[in-house]
């Protein structure tokens, strides 16, 4: 009656775990809209780049609001029957991405298809987690394949959006889904994965309030250049609105019997030190905008050369995986490892910052895109693991919506707008000073209209370089914290005076526990490994 696993005894195991790679590569990269072929869309539709800006957060806010109810659909579903489900729609989703000339349908599927993309997941994870033996090293393959993959989608989306149209990519995208929609119904079972749980215990009301609140700021983030910030009253009223979701959905969780957010993880030290660091992680990836800026404004890059650039990052994603496989295995401390990440960004800005020149080469993005290619994946990692680390795994469900938010995109999004407003501030700061040593006698009218391209990018390269310069400040000072945190580690240690039971330390053993504990959940969660 009861089946834990995910497909039919008949099916072989090399066979189940082909099928899940086959799943997590068609289902992981799905969006509302892809990065790459973003600005295509802009030109296709004719609509502003905002709209699809929004769409992008969307997708990752819906897999927030989706992640602490998935046990409860997932228990209270056949996993053939959901799966199919899922993917057929999700299939239906992209195919009306692919069609539509509306951004408002846009943003709103791009927001159903991170809920549903969150649902096939969770059904991958702990199957996948439960045979790598842990967390630490499920992490390092995982997300090493799975941010890979992402540049790798990118890149094509980029391609095809160049041979054909953009809508094109959106049609493979739901035709992919379909076929594993029927492999999945060939080779899943039939059956209940435990006891049926009823779904009226869901709060939808949390979940439109966690839905409104993110909505409302990714509106802020996407449109506060666009409709310049404060001055704007569609910005001052979206973000009242988001504080006033949030506050809502706070005093709403403090009266249910069975709350959908829980918020007592948020107390423990790890969690808090570990939304910092996330948060600074955000800063080097909001760098990307920047970036941009000077690959396609400044260099003249097409959008498939510049998607390439995303390439040159799998390399430094790959060994970051290979290390943190390697770390956990052998037990180490995070903070070597973390400090290494940090380091790789900072050798990123601190490269870019000396690069912001027009005789920039091509071959010289190698190093700095490795660089943080390596930052990117062993920070996901490692910052990750350390801030859920020792939560019972109720706790972690109920909580991690919020922390994925928090890391993919508030952090991310704010860091992207703010350096968006300090481009544009820097850049006109620039064109002031240079206007200094202009004048009729050092410059003619017809010598001005002549050097003005060259007048405008040097302006967006000061101010490229001096962002690129408060980072690095900035990422010295979370060097520093690194260095000084403790990372669960006790402060003094009088290793002469532990008591050894069978040769290990008491603190040693508790240890051991703990890891066995957790494994036992996740094997119990997760069923038979393939």
Known sequence: MYNKGLFSDWVPKPVQLLIIVLLL???????G??????????????QLTEYFMWANYATTIGM???MPVVLRFKMRYKVRDKVVLLLVLLGLLSYINGTTMEPVIIIASALVIGFFKMMITIELFLPLMAMMGGRGVFYGVFYTFVLSLTQISGYYAVEVSMLYNWQQFFVIAAILCFVMALIC??????KYFAL???????DWLSILLFVSTFMFSAYVFSFGKQQDWLNSTRIINASIAAFVSFALLAIRQMTLKRPYLSFKIFKRSNVQNGLFMLFCLG???GTASIQNIFSVGVLGYDQLTNAKLNLMMIPGLILAGIVAVYWFKKEKPLKMFIFSGFSAMIGYAIIMYFSMVLEFNYENWYLPMFLKGFGMGSLFISVWYYTLDKLELDDMLAAIGLVLVWRTFLAVGFFSALFSWFQYQFQIESLGNLAVYLDGITLTPQDLSANLKSIQLNAILSANKRIFGYIIIAGFGVLLFVLTHHFGEEKFKYPRFIRLINGKSVIARRRLQERKKLLEEIKDA????V
Do not use: R
């Open 25 to 31: 590569i068609v289902v992981m990269p799905l969006g």
């Open 33 to 46: 809209v892809y990065a790459g072929n973003l600005s295509f869309m802009v030109s296709g539709t004719g």
């Open 64 to 66: 927030g609001a989706c």
């Open 185 to 190: 119904w060939i080779f899943m079972h039939n």
């Open 196 to 202: 049926k749980v009823p779904l009226h215990y869901i």
């Open 283 to 285: 800063m080097f990836l």
């Open 526 to 529: 997760a069923g038979p490994v």
